[in-house]
């Protein structure tokens, strides 16, 4: 199976970009692809407890989707989210501030996890 | 690519925007049994080069695909 990791670098000040990696990871992982996405530098603020129903996702029309419309569409066709404590201390966060779905890993888990994809795509 | 075979499944996506319809396409695939033929319908502007792609990586090909009057057609074998 082809593996491609996602780094998700935008955060709740940018809402404009805070969908596009995760819905390009729903549409790889429908095409049997096995996706992480790393959420780092501002990414996790968009995984905040309560951020995902907030955070609407802008249109041109003004009718935009709340984030966690995205998120769960990326969950139920398996993608995995991922962030590191670092980027958590950056914003004061803990992992019990974020949503469940949520994984800890570390600097070396994420080389390792890039250094064996086939891809990896950074935002 | 041959004559339009016998329908198993049928998946309607006119109007859903991309990635709804190769995400529901790949979910009302996982349902279906090998050899199984689904029709999809899709209006979404991107949709042939994105079937033709998630055909690609997945191995289930596209053995009929028609566009009348703005609306794609697909008929895909389960492989």
């Not at chain 1, 995984?47 to 003004?62: A, N, Q, R, T």
Request: hydrophobic residues 45%.
């Amino acid at each position: 199976m082809s593996k491609i990791v996602y780094v998700h670098t935008g955060g709740v000040n940018n809402p404009e970009r805070s969908a596009t990696p995760i819905y390009l990871a729903t549409t790889a992982a429908a095409m049997d692809v096995e996706v992480g996405i790393y959420f780092t530098v501002n990414g996790p603020t968009l995984l905040k407890k309560g951020v995902p129903e907030s955070l609407i996702v802008p249109k041109f029309d003004g009718q935009g989707a709340p984030l966690r419309r995205f998120i769960d569409q990326a969950l139920d066709m398996g993608v995995k989210f991922y962030v590191c404590q670092p980027s958590l201390d950056l914003h004061g966060l803990t992992k019990d501030d974020l949503i469940d779905e949520v994984e800890m890993i570390g600097g070396a888990a994420f080389n390792d996890m890039a250094l064996e994809a086939d891809q990896v795509i950074c935002f | 690519m041959t004559d339009a075979p016998t329908v198993d499944v049928t998946l309607d996506t006119k109007g859903l925007l991309c990635p709804m319809p190769i995400v529901k396409l790949a979910k009302a695939m996982k349902g279906m049994e090998a050899s199984q033929v689904i029709l999809m319908e899709a209006t979404d502007p991107g949709a042939i080069p994105d079937v033709a792609a998630w055909s690609k990586n997945t191995g289930n090909p596209v053995v009929h695909q028609e566009t009348v009057d703005k609306v794609m057609r697909f008929w895909i074998q389960k492989a």
